[in-house]
């Protein structure tokens, strides 16, 4: 007896609009009680996607802009966050590297669907010191020296053949060598400028509260507008809380 046929794939389409959002209880978000600065929430949610068993929390997705002003963006991991900002690091000369260095601005945004949770951060971007960044480097695995150590970031590489010896013999050196350099290797701050944060809900009333770093406050910031009922709350801390309509 032959065996059945495996069954045809279903269309992308059909696949596409199966797919379930949030099939699962969310937690509530009281904009109200939200700190007076967007760091301390930031470290509370990240406790919860971990709590939650989101798998890696710390992924996140870069934006940055290229030479002719187009958008570009990648996933990475977030390497700190604190009162200087959000940090990652990758090599100064790859394309994210070079267009920071032309463009020192960017965009982060992290998600957590087990919480239906989201978190934008803008602002401009600087360069950690070179003991910063040989310390980032070097606080991490192997294997992730060794992947400092392979080939020339974002440049064409001629085969997968020539990928794995490259990374064999960086792993090879990381080994013999865990203090080895990687002279490009830089860590980045991106220091924000608004923060939004973002609680979903399965009926659509989604929450976003945005903070904006502001340099004076005035009496127009805590006046509620009369159009819409809108509250923006007076800055605190260096920082205004905005409610956003979803």
Same mark, same amino acid.
């Given at each position: 007896?032959?065996?059945?046929?495996?069954?045809?794939?279903?269309?992308?389409?059909?696949?596409?609009?199966?797919?379930?959002?949030?099939?699962?209880?969310?937690?509530?978000?009281?904009?109200?009680?939200?700190?007076?600065?967007?760091?301390?929430?930031?470290?509370?949610?990240?406790?919860?996607?971990?709590?939650?068993?989101?798998?890696?929390?710390?992924?996140?997705?870069?934006?940055?802009?290229?030479?002719?002003?187009?958008?570009?963006?990648?996933?990475?991991?977030?390497?700190?966050?604190?009162?200087?900002?959000?940090?990652?690091?990758?090599?100064?000369?790859?394309?994210?590297?070079?267009?920071?260095?032309?463009?020192?601005?960017?965009?982060?945004?992290?998600?957590?669907?087990?919480?239906?949770?989201?978190?934008?951060?803008?602002?401009?971007?600087?360069?950690?010191?070179?003991? /910063?960044?040989? $310390?980032?480097?070097? =606080?991490? &695995?192997?294997?992730?020296? %060794?992947?400092?150590?392979? #080939?020339?970031?974002? +440049?064409?590489?001629?085969?997968?053949?020539?990928?794995?010896?490259?990374?064999?013999?960086?792993?090879?050196?990381?080994?013999?060598?865990?203090?080895?350099?990687?002279?490009?290797?830089?860590?980045?701050?991106?220091?924000?400028?608004?923060?939004?944060?973002?609680?979903?809900?399965?009926?659509?009333?989604?929450?976003?509260?945005?903070?904006?770093?502001?340099?004076?406050?005035? /009496?127009?910031? $805590?006046?509620?507008? =009369?159009? &819409?009922?809108?509250?923006? %709350?007076?800055?605190?801390? #260096?920082?205004?809380? +905005?409610?956003?309509?979803?």
């Amino acid at each position: 007896m032959s065996e059945a046929a495996a069954p045809a794939p279903r269309p992308f389409s059909a696949l596409l609009h199966a797919q379930r959002v949030w099939d699962t209880e969310l937690p509530d978000f009281d904009p109200a009680t939200a700190p007076s600065a967007p760091l301390p929430l930031f470290h509370a949610w990240f406790a919860d996607a971990v709590a939650a068993g989101q798998p890696e929390p710390h992924a996140m997705t870069l934006a940055t802009a290229d030479a002719d002003g187009l958008p570009d963006v990648r996933t990475l991991l977030l390497h700190g966050a604190d009162e200087r900002g959000f940090h990652f690091a990758s090599h100064a000369t790859s394309a994210k590297g070079h267009q920071l260095a032309a463009r020192p601005y960017a965009a982060l945004g992290f998600y957590w669907p087990s919480l239906g949770r989201q978190v934008r951060v803008r602002g401009p971007v600087t360069r950690c010191t070179p003991a /910063e960044s040989h $310390a980032d480097l070097h =606080a991490r &695995s192997t294997g992730a020296l %060794a992947a400092a150590l392979t #080939g020339t970031q974002s +440049e064409v590489v001629e085969s997968v053949a020539a990928l794995h010896r490259a990374a064999d013999t960086a792993w090879e050196r990381a080994q013999a060598e865990p203090d080895a350099e990687a002279p490009t290797w830089t860590r980045y701050v991106v220091e924000p400028a608004e923060v939004e944060f973002f609680q979903g809900d399965a009926r659509r009333r989604h929450i976003r509260l945005r903070y904006r770093r502001t340099e004076a406050a005035t /009496e127009a910031d $805590a006046a509620p507008d =009369a159009a &819409s009922g809108s509250q923006t %709350a007076p800055e605190t801390d #260096g920082w205004t809380r +905005e409610l956003l309509w979803p």
